[in-house]
């Protein structure tokens, strides 16, 4: 039985584009709008198992449909740059999947389909029309299904008639008189203003269609039959402009669209030139990662041996000798992951231990001291979550001497896939199994015993043993070998120590802050209906813009193909218009607070320990900054008071202790000032002046006491955002000033600060050169956009390249504090705790008798943690929680 799949392939990539993060390729290609188009596809593959299939694409801007209409689409903004160039690519890739595209000059893609849908009608064959445009469902019939993309493009929505019939009232062909009714912006279809969905639908259940609304108009009530008999042009107009045109003059016979599969050979090579390295190895196409078991196993060069055939002298006898290990730990929450076991290869033999093996009596005593002998080195893959899965269960990791993933991630930070299979690829090494391979996901996820798992195993232990000595290499001719040994390693046993202490949370205080957010949410919930004069979902962007948009008549700012924008970005701007928009905007921060960190917190509390054990990546942000997980502490809002106040949790875990903090003060601009050796905001430092009213002094040219808080907030915005490249346009935008303004600010800033223009051209001139930009301590960020020919992408390099040594150099700084100030609290003997680092901040539990000698020797240790030719500074406060810390 044949079965179509005729997809719109313009919607479908426009969705996959806004649903998808940005994503580029080595040689600066987006991608993401390609990628998530392709998961689209193979899911489609997959379950549809299409016998025809095409991908139908819009010809040009100009259709037949503006010769009646010139404004039709006239008001949908240009196409980004970012996606424009994924089209040829998309289309590059229809070719290497073996899929028919088409298109016609003068017709649009809904136009293509509709005719082949229409054609599939009449030989009584089963089609899929798969687009993210309402407009389709005129399409559907016995025979045409409609598959419309919802959550960008991980979900679709189904619809043939009794669908329809079921959701709207309507019959297929009646969608096109709802578009004639309500228009459609997307498309600057008109419509009759102000009528919407829910109007529309009202009219044609009673009336059927557009004319007999028209022929009934006096049957209607005061404005709406004023509003209709105003605009029966508009309305005819625009159902004939929503009508899909079935009887395109097509050059492309359904038989060409026959679908025979791809060439393994030809869909790898192109997924590795868009470096779609997953898609790779989830296919198992050619050189990829995820290989059979029995293949590792023949071309495997070592003998695998289990722990449990070894007495215990020959055990230790062998881990003594291996030099490299792999623990196995299932799960991404570390504090919460299943270990697994470990292999540590020792010449051509690995050793295999299991969970059991650990727990057994014969065998824990010369497994577990090998592990907790810090003479022994242990060099493997992410052995910071395998310190932490160990620990929960009374195990010391010691001696780590070498981390795979960390090297990975120092050699190039921008990598998104540093998975253990990935490196082995990326290196030309005999590849391994995936994990998902061997073990499955999610509900589906069993661990095998015997030798399937001792063989995996094994298998990542001799990965981690060819690995080392390459990225080992490449690390010292990076010149990173320094960073590596006694920044980020050491820096990662230190982290494991703050997260298996923990901080102590009251969840008294919670609870209480919890209720009385919900007063404060109940209380806006009742003013938001009162200003609406009805009971509706606020959480619901569909009710909400209807309240918004049809009931009160807020002006439209964004449309999106579901209906009216309701985000953040749309409300800031309404909030002028009306005051129940100005509620709704802290109607939705208290909402957030209460679920994403009262809630949210109550529920990571451990009930062994009363405390929250947060994870620290070291390998997720491409600046070297720190990111911090199950819970993330580092993004408790501060800047409300009711955020500030979550922090009154967060106490110490001793009676009569106080929790200490200390912030690096403006540490990026002192590293700017460093960096580019300004002499002007290099003696402001110098002396001690406050860097925004100096700024504002030698921008404006006034004395000190002139200095208004006006000048002051320009001159820190300014000052912050040429830290991160800000444009004119940024600027504008954060002081509500004019572009024109905002460039004259920057030129006198820059003609002030010359220092600071010299280091952004030089930088960025070095960048071009050289392809990466560093950090004082060597942190090497790579950037291949530099020389795209696309603007944007090429301006977001060299912005980044402006910031990367400032802000990857200030998180170097304060890794460097944490490092040093864990070797001074161990070489004192002091009780006090490094808690938690949040961004230039450092958290402590403090003993009542060391609280004076931490006022003085944190703030010590912080400043002194990186020689600059400005000084740092670090301030320091403490309470009986973190929130009268701070």
């Known amino acids: 039985m044949d079965k179509w799949v005729l997809i719109d392939g313009n919607s479908i990539i426009y969705r996959a584009f806004?649903?998808?993060p940005p994503l580029t390729n080595s040689a600066g290609l987006h991608t993401n709008a390609v990628f998530g188009f392709t998961t689209m596809l193979l899911r489609l593959l997959e379950e549809e198992k299409p016998t025809h299939m095409l991908v139908a694409f819009d010809a040009g801007k100009v259709t037949f449909r503006h010769e009646g209409y010139e404004d039709y689409k006239g008001g949908r903004e240009k196409t980004p740059p970012e996606l424009s160039e994924q089209f040829p690519v998309l289309k590059e890739l229809l070719r290497s999947f073996g899929i028919a595209q088409y298109e016609l000059a003068g017709y649009e893609a809904d136009d293509i389909i509709g005719t082949l849908s229409r054609l599939a009608d009449e030989r009584g064959v089963e089609a899929l029309v798969v687009s993210g445009d309402k407009d389709m469902l005129q399409l559907a019939s016995d025979h045409v299904t409609i598959a419309l993309t919802r959550k960008g493009i991980s979900e679709v929505e189904r619809y043939d008639p009794a669908e329809i019939n079921e959701k709207y009232g309507l019959k297929p062909l009646q969608i096109i008189d709802l578009k004639g009714l309500m228009g459609d912006t997307s498309d600057n279809i008109p419509g009759i203003p102000g009528v919407g969905e829910k109007t529309a639908l009202k009219l044609?259940?009673?009336?059927g269609s557009v004319e007999a609304v028209l022929a009934n108009a006096a049957e209607l009530k005061g404005k709406m039959r004023e509003k209709v008999e105003t605009h029966q042009d508009s309305a005819l107009m625009s159902k004939k402009l929503a009508t899909i045109f079935r009887e395109v003059p097509l050059e492309k016979q359904p038989d060409e669209l026959t679908y025979g599969g791809y060439d393994a050979q030809t869909l790898a090579d192109m997924f590795r030139k868009l470096e779609f390295k997953s898609l790779i190895e989830r296919l198992e196409l050619p050189g990829a990662a995820s290989v059979d078991a029995a293949a590792v196993a023949a071309a495997a060069t070592y003998e695998v041996v289990a722990a449990g055939s070894l007495d215990g002298p020959a055990l230790a006898?062998?881990?003594?000798?291996?030099?490299?290990?792999?623990?196995?730990?299932?799960?991404?929450?570390?504090?919460?992951?299943?270990?697994?076991g470990l292999a540590a290869a020792s010449g051509e033999r690995i050793v295999v231990a299991t969970y059991d093996d650990l727990m057994d009596e014969k065998l824990s005593g010369p497994l577990r001291g090998w592990l907790e002998d810090e003479h022994a080195p242990k060099r493997g893959y992410d052995l910071h979550k395998a310190e932490l899965a160990l620990g929960w269960l009374g195990i010391a990791l010691r001696g780590i001497a070498f981390d795979a993933l960390?090297?990975?991630?120092?050699?190039?930070?921008?990598?998104?896939s540093q998975t253990l299979a990935a490196l082995i690829q990326r290196h030309g090494l005999s590849a391994i199994q995936t994990d998902e391979a061997v073990y499955g996901k999610g509900a589906r996820l069993v661990v095998p015993q015997g030798d399937v798992l001792a063989n995996h195993l094994a298998a990542k232990a001799d990965a981690v043993r060819r690995l080392v000595p390459l990225l080992a290499e490449q690390l010292e001719q990076g010149h990173m070998t320094k960073l590596n040994d006694e920044l980020e390693l050491p820096l990662a046993v230190v982290l494991a120590g703050m997260e298996k202490q923990g901080i102590q949370v009251n969840p008294a205080v919670l609870e209480e802050l919890g209720a009385e957010l919900e007063r404060g949410i109940s209380q806006y919930m009742s003013d938001i209906y009162a200003h609406a004069g009805m009971e509706f979902n606020i959480n619901s962007p569909k009710q909400l813009g209807e309240v918004l948009f049809e009931k009160l008549g807020l002006p439209v700012i964004k449309k999106?193909?579901?209906?009216?924008?309701?985000?953040?970005?749309?409300?800031?701007?309404?909030?002028?218009?009306?005051?129940?928009?100005k509620l709704i905007l802290q109607y939705r921060q208290l909402t957030k607070l209460q679920s994403t960190y009262v809630?949210?917190?109550?529920?990571?509390i451990r009930r062994d320990t009363g405390k929250v054990h947060t994870y620290y990546r070291q390998t997720i942000a491409a600046t070297g900054r720190l990111s911090s997980q199950f819970p993330n502490l580092q993004n408790i809002p501060i800047r409300l008071e009711e955020g500030r106040r979550i922090r009154k949790a967060f106490v110490p875990s001793e009676p009569g202790w106080s929790i200490l903090a200390a912030d690096y003060s403006q540490i990026e601009l002192r590293v700017l000032a460093h960096i580019s050796g300004d002499e002007r905001m290099k003696e402001a430092f110098i002396a001690d002046t406050d860097i925004h009213t100096k700024t504002a002094m030698d921008v404006f040219g006034v004395s000190a006491d002139e200095v208004d808080a006006n000048m002051r907030r320009q001159a820190k915005a300014v000052n912050f955002g040429?830290?991160?490249?800000i444009s004119?346009?940024?600027?504008?935008?954060?002081?509500?000033?004019?572009?024109?303004?905002?460039?004259r600010f920057i030129e006198q800033y820059f003609a002030v600060f010359e220092g600071v223009r010299a280091y952004m051209d030089n930088i960025v001139a070095q960048a071009r050169r050289d392809g990466y930009v560093t950090t004082l301590l060597e942190r090497r960020r790579y950037l291949p956009e530099i020389k795209a020919s696309n603007f944007n992408l090429r301006s977001f390099a060299e912005r980044t390249a402006m910031n990367t040594p400032i802000q990857g150099t200030a998180a170097d700084i304060i890794k460097l504090a944490m490092v040093k100030m864990d070797g001074v609290l161990r070489e004192r003997k002091l009780r006090s705790r490094m808690l938690l680092q949040v961004h230039d901040e450092l958290v402590f539990e403090v003993p009542a008798d060391e609280l004076e000698l931490m006022k003085t020797l944190l703030p010590e240790v912080m400043e002194s943690a990186l020689k600059l030719d400005v000084p740092l500074r670090a301030d320091v406060s403490f309470g009986d929680n973190w929130y009268e810390a701070k």
């Open 18 to 20: 806004f649903a998808l």
């Open 204 to 207: 044609l259940h009673e009336y």
């Open 317 to 340: 006898a062998m881990l003594a000798a291996s030099d490299s290990v792999y623990i196995e730990a299932i799960g991404d929450n570390p504090h919460q992951a299943r270990l697994i």
């Open 406 to 416: 960390l090297a990975a991630y120092l050699l190039d930070p921008t990598e998104s």
């Open 560 to 581: 999106t193909k579901t209906g009216h924008s309701t985000d953040a970005e749309v409300l800031e701007k309404l909030e002028p218009y009306s005051e129940i928009v």
């Open 599 to 604: 809630e949210g917190l109550l529920k990571e």
């Open 722 to 725: 040429i830290v991160y490249g």
């Open 728 to 743: 004119d346009f940024g600027l504008s935008n954060n002081l509500g000033i004019s572009r024109k303004d905002a460039a």
